[in-house]
Antibody
Framework: QVQLVQSGADVKKPGASVKVSCKPSGYTFTGYFIHWVRQAPGQGLEWMGRINPNSGVASYADKFQGRVTVTRDTSISTVYLDLDGLTSDDTAVYYC????????????WGQGTLVTVSS | VLTQSPATLSLSPGDRATLSCRASERLNNFLAWYQQKPGQAPRLLIYDVSDRATGVPTRFSGSGSGTDYTLTISSLEPEDFAVYYCQKRDNSPMFTFGPGTKLEIK
């Protein structure tokens, strides 16, 4: 069965960077886009960016351009989200999600990773 | 931009629920709906306006075109009380979620 397993919760100080990992299984890693979506406490969902695991080409929401990098390591079938210049506004649960084939939807989601930014 | 209404919907089990999602411009039929319960990741319910995702009960249905879309739950079960988000993809492609509708027990 399809699963996306994310790294554990993290606490960072303002100005630091965070790296969150996402390891899909149960399907061909290079066959589907992986997206990153975040959710601040008590707030809605916000799309951050995506990567094509086959080509390694990533694209990002305008809001995060220059501050976020999504990469993948095909040797271990893992996708990474790097977010720089953290502020308290980046405190959120970060989800990876698989892009459904031929659709604009996200059909499988990781369990989420809580990133807390606090001094 | 996506707008969802109402922000909160109070209904009873067995009722019919109608949730609205309006776009600021015509969509290309890449419109999806998700259900999220507290402490859980979102779950895909509907994609491409009206296609049910794998394992989604038939009481959930999606419809709409142009700028106006609807998620209908024909007869509410206790487990359906949650927050529902619509989501679009544009041609860039960029992906946007609506602010959500909280479906609560009356």
């Amino acid at each position: 069965q399809v699963q996306l397993v994310q790294s554990g919760a993290d606490v960072k100080k303002p100005g630091a960077s965070v790296k969150v990992s996402c390891k899909p299984s149960g399907y061909t890693f290079t066959g589907y886009f992986i997206h990153w979506v975040r959710q601040a406490p008590g707030q809605g969902l916000e799309w951050m960016g995506r990567i094509n695991p086959n080509s390694g080409v990533a694209s990002y929401a305008d809001k995060f351009q220059g501050r976020v990098t999504v990469t993948r390591d095909t040797s271990i079938s893992t996708v990474y989200l790097d977010l720089d210049g953290l502020t308290s506004d980046d405190t959120a649960v970060y989800y990876c999600a698989r892009g459904g084939a031929g659709t604009g939807a996200f059909d499988y989601w990781g369990q989420g990773t809580l990133v807390t930014v606090s001094s | 931009v996506l707008t969802q209404s109402p922000a909160t919907l109070s209904l009873s089990p067995g009722d019919r629920a109608t949730l609205s999602c309006r776009a600021s411009e015509r969509l290309n039929n890449f419109l999806a709906w998700y259900q999220q319960k507290p402490g859980q990741a979102p779950r895909l319910l509907i994609y491409d306006v009206s296609d049910r995702a794998t394992g989604v009960p038939t009481r959930f249905s999606g419809s709409g075109s142009g700028t106006d879309y609807t998620l209908t739950i024909s007869s509410l079960e206790p487990e359906d009380f949650a927050v529902y988000y619509c989501q679009k993809r544009d041609n860039s492609p960029m992906f946007t979620f609506g602010p959500g509708t909280k479906l609560e027990i009356k």
